[in-house]
């Protein structure tokens, strides 16, 4: 049995000893309520806590995991009945009930049989399953604390009263271990933290978090729905989401020219005998769609666009004079996900990915990758975004066989994506295990509005697929040869990116991608031949523009447009009929006095080019 490790947590200036007792010679570490160690100790026993709670008030349920997680705790059970948000607040009481008691926390080491026999006796049969599947040795570890007793290997608070700081948030279905052919159960998600002061402050980030859903504001503005009845994870995109859709797919191919790429379409299915050569029958499967039979042969809607982008390569011969080749594509492709784990656009069955393949000599892979590492910065950049994470996606070398291609290919290809982030003196994090199957990877994570990090930019070193598909070049010295090949994806799907553009801006969008820049709202209908003179004329400077002919008094108006968050509104009456001239407001900003239609048009194209987050006219 492993041995608990004696850690010392500060409270309230006194150092509690969590864990088993030190003795000497133990080495003893001492953390703070707030460090990321501490959290994830009251946070696990938060779960605990919450798993106590429900069985004392819903005798029979049946209690499954309860981890730690970012931000707070979760705990799944099995229950007669969905809970309600009644029941919640019943489960919040209880909780706040046990915290009073101050209830001492303790660990025990039992033996298998005993922990199996206390499990059967109360019926509680996925603590069962559990203790057969990850209890290998005779012994097992639990805490106890009152008559509660879970799995577990702790560390925990000696007490239940230090956890007083706690909020239940929501409860939601899931699948057990994660898998739909098994019981539907209720996950309960929870926070807690060591004092008042840092509950609150992530309590009022969670608000900020909701306003700014973009599965909300994506409804109140009008730019995509998800139709259960048609198909649960796929987009559809209504007709100021394509707007937006269409300029950043128009910025991205611009870019893309300008960086020396070619563009690609290829099919959206393709043969079984693709994807077997491809390795993704081998090692990709489960997140492949069933074949479809045409013509007697089995084809598979595409998971990825690679195998096609080769397919091209290999229609000539090629030669190391044509190297590298750039090509790229906006493919859609289709991935299986599990329906509990879908989540508006950031996670979908159907998405478009900026994909783009990358086949060069040896000799230019080094700057191949540098050049991948400039272009991904600088176009995530021209979005608004500046602070980044960067992780370093490696094979776990103690699980080889779910990994293609030799040893010596993984050490080649993980020191060549090091070289680069190390020319560049990019700081990143090594992840051991987060490869995918054909090669290591290099991820760039973007920073929002909120602090939250999001995974955009991937680029990943591929020599086994070039080797499957047996490609070659022709060398200088006449001989055929393997070509390299880097996969790279930089805004990584259009959904999920545009999910992220609409949370990080609230909807409240840059001027250059803002489906409506500038909507015009007459006071009455006898101004209504002067706006349509003024929309025509902002339309024929390739400006944005709507106009809100509703009879409907020009106040409501306004309101409407700022609630569609438009950066301009453009009023129009009488007075600037008379005098050819339009009076404007900035979106939260209000009246901002008249100007003429020329010059406002002139400054405001100025804003677009430059990528401007300003709205003001100067």
Same mark, same amino acid.
């Given at each position: 049995?492993?041995?608990?490790?004696?850690?010392?947590?500060?409270?309230?200036?006194?150092?509690?000893?969590?864990?088993?007792?030190?003795?000497?010679?133990?080495?003893?570490?001492?953390?703070?309520?707030?460090?990321?160690?501490?959290?994830?100790?009251?946070?696990?026993?938060?779960?605990?806590?919450?798993?106590?709670?429900?069985?004392?008030?819903?005798?029979?349920?049946?209690?499954?995991?309860?981890?730690?997680?970012?931000?707070?705790?979760?705990?799944?059970?099995?229950?007669?009945?969905?809970?309600?948000?009644?029941?919640?607040?019943?489960?919040?009481?209880?909780?706040?009930?046990?915290?009073?008691?101050?209830?001492? /926390?303790?660990?025990? /080491?039992?033996?298998?049989?005993?922990?199996?026999?206390?499990?059967?006796?109360?019926?509680?049969?996925?603590?069962?399953?559990?203790?057969?599947?990850?209890?290998?040795?005779?012994?097992?570890?639990?805490?106890?604390?009152?008559?509660?007793?879970?799995?577990?290997?702790?560390?925990?608070?000696?007490?239940?009263?230090?956890?007083?700081?706690?909020?239940?948030?929501?409860?939601?279905?899931?699948?057990?271990?994660?898998?739909?052919?098994?019981?539907?159960?209720?996950?309960?998600?929870?926070?807690?933290?060591?004092?008042?002061?840092?509950?609150?402050?992530?309590?009022?980030?969670?608000?900020?978090?909701?306003?700014?859903?973009?599965?909300?504001?994506?409804?109140?503005?009008?730019?995509?729905?998800?139709?259960?009845?048609?198909?649960?994870?796929?987009?559809?995109?209504?007709?100021?989401?394509?707007?937006?859709?269409?300029?950043?797919?128009?910025?991205?191919?611009?870019?893309?020219?300008?960086?020396?790429?070619?563009?690609?379409?290829?099919?959206?299915?393709?043969?079984?005998?693709?994807?077997?050569?491809?390795?993704?029958?081998?090692?990709?499967?489960?997140?492949?769609?069933?074949?479809?039979?045409?013509?007697?042969?089995?084809?598979?809607?595409?998971?990825?666009?690679?195998?096609?982008?080769?397919?091209?390569?290999?229609?000539?011969?090629?030669?190391?004079?044509?190297?590298?080749?750039?090509?790229?594509?906006?493919?859609?492709?289709?991935?299986?996900?599990?329906?509990?784990?879908?989540?508006?656009?950031?996670?979908?069955?159907?998405?478009?990915?900026?994909?783009?393949?990358?086949?060069?000599?040896?000799?230019?892979?080094?700057?191949?990758?540098?050049?991948?590492?400039?272009?991904? /910065?600088?176009?995530?950049?021209?979005?608004?975004?500046?602070?980044?994470?960067?992780?370093?996606?490696?094979?776990?070398?103690? /699980?080889?066989?779910?990994?293609?291609?030799?040893?010596?290919?993984?050490?080649?290809?993980?020191?060549?994506?090091?070289?680069?982030?190390?020319?560049?003196?990019?700081?990143?994090?090594?992840?051991?295990?987060?490869?995918?199957?054909?090669?290591?990877?290099?991820?760039?994570?973007?920073?929002?509005?909120?602090?939250?990090?999001?995974?955009?930019?991937?680029?990943?070193?591929?020599?086994?697929?070039?080797?499957?598909?047996?490609?070659?070049?022709?060398?200088?010295?006449?001989?055929?040869?393997?070509?390299?090949?880097?996969?790279?994806?930089?805004?990584?799907?259009?959904?999920?990116?545009?999910?992220?553009?609409?949370?990080?801006?609230?909807?409240?969008?840059?001027?250059?991608?803002?489906?409506?820049?500038?909507?015009?709202?007459?006071?009455?209908?006898?101004?209504?031949?002067?706006?349509?003179?003024?929309?025509?004329?902002?339309?024929?400077?390739?400006?944005?523009?709507?106009?809100?002919?509703?009879?409907?008094?020009?106040?409501?108006?306004?309101?409407?447009?700022?609630?569609?968050?438009?950066?301009?509104?453009?009023?129009?009456?009488?007075?600037?009929?008379?005098?050819?001239?339009?009076?404007?407001?900035?979106?939260?900003?209000?009246?901002?006095?008249?100007?003429?239609?020329?010059?406002?048009?002139?400054?405001?194209?100025?804003?677009?080019?430059?990528?401007?987050?300003?709205?003001?006219?100067?």
């Amino acid at each position: 049995m492993e041995k608990e490790k004696a850690i010392l947590l500060k409270i309230n200036g006194e150092l509690k000893e969590i864990g088993a007792p030190s003795v000497p010679g133990d080495s003893v570490e001492e953390i703070y309520p707030r460090s990321p160690e501490a959290l994830d100790i009251y946070r696990h026993s938060g779960s605990h806590l919450l798993a106590q709670a429900v069985l004392e008030l819903f005798p029979g349920t049946q209690y499954g995991i309860g981890p730690a997680v970012e931000n707070g705790f979760y705990y799944d059970f099995l229950t007669a009945r969905p809970f309600s948000e009644d029941d919640l607040t019943e489960i919040s009481k209880k909780m706040a009930h046990l915290v009073k008691q101050n209830q001492p /926390i303790g660990r025990e /080491i039992w033996s298998k049989n005993q922990a199996r026999d206390y499990f059967l006796e109360r019926r509680q049969m996925l603590k069962v399953e559990l203790l057969e599947e990850k209890v290998s040795g005779d012994e097992v570890s639990v805490f106890k604390q009152g008559d509660f007793v879970d799995l577990c290997r702790g560390p925990h608070l000696p007490s239940t009263g230090l956890l007083k700081h706690f909020k239940l948030l929501s409860v939601a279905a899931a699948y057990w271990k994660g898998d739909e052919k098994n019981h539907s159960l209720q996950r309960i998600y929870g926070t807690v933290f060591a004092d008042a002061e840092a509950l609150n402050e992530h309590l009022r980030f969670l608000k900020e978090a909701r306003e700014c859903d973009h599965r909300l504001l994506g409804k109140t503005l009008d730019l995509f729905s998800l139709q259960e009845e048609a198909g649960p994870g796929l987009v559809y995109w209504h007709p100021r989401g394509a707007r937006m859709r269409h300029i950043i797919e128009s910025y991205w191919k611009q870019r893309h020219y300008e960086g020396g790429y070619e563009l690609l379409f290829t099919p959206h299915i393709g043969r079984e005998w693709l994807w077997q050569t491809s390795g993704h029958l081998d090692f990709y499967k489960d997140s492949m769609y069933a074949p479809m039979a045409i013509d007697d042969l089995n084809y598979y809607l595409k998971p990825m666009n690679c195998p096609f982008h080769i397919m091209v390569y290999k229609s000539r011969q090629r030669s190391y004079r044509d190297l590298p080749l750039r090509w790229a594509e906006l493919g859609t492709v289709y991935r299986y996900e599990r329906s509990g784990t879908l989540h508006g656009l950031l996670r979908v069955r159907g998405f478009t990915q900026d994909d783009a393949h990358i086949f060069c000599t040896p000799e230019q892979i080094d700057e191949e990758i540098l050049r991948v590492l400039d272009f991904s /910065i600088d176009l995530l950049k021209s979005f608004g975004f500046s602070e980044f994470k960067i992780e370093l996606a490696v094979r776990d070398p103690r /699980i080889t066989g779910k990994y293609a291609g030799s040893d010596e290919m993984w050490v080649q290809a993980e020191a060549s994506l090091v070289k680069a982030l190390t020319v560049r003196q990019l700081p990143y994090q090594r992840m051991e295990g987060e490869a995918v199957f054909y090669g290591p990877k290099i991820d760039i994570k973007i920073k929002d509005a909120l602090g939250r990090f999001w995974q955009c930019t991937t680029i990943q070193f591929d020599f086994n697929m070039s080797a499957r598909f047996a490609m070659k070049y022709i060398g200088a010295d006449g001989a055929a040869h393997q070509p390299y090949m880097v996969h790279r994806a930089l805004l990584g799907s259009l959904e999920r990116f545009f999910g992220v553009l609409i949370e990080h801006y609230r909807g409240f969008f840059p001027l250059w991608l803002a489906p409506v820049q500038a909507l015009i709202a007459p006071l009455n209908d006898d101004c209504l031949p002067y706006a349509r003179g003024v929309l025509e004329k902002l339309r024929g400077g390739g400006l944005r523009v709507e106009l809100d002919a509703r009879a409907e008094g020009v106040n409501r108006k306004i309101r409407d447009a700022e609630m569609q968050k438009i950066p301009y509104i453009i009023v129009l009456g009488a007075q600037e009929q008379k005098e050819a001239n339009i009076s404007y407001r900035i979106h939260k900003k209000g009246d901002q006095g008249k100007i003429n239609l020329s010059e406002f048009m002139q400054k405001i194209k100025i804003k677009i080019e430059e990528k401007s987050l300003n709205y003001e006219i100067q």
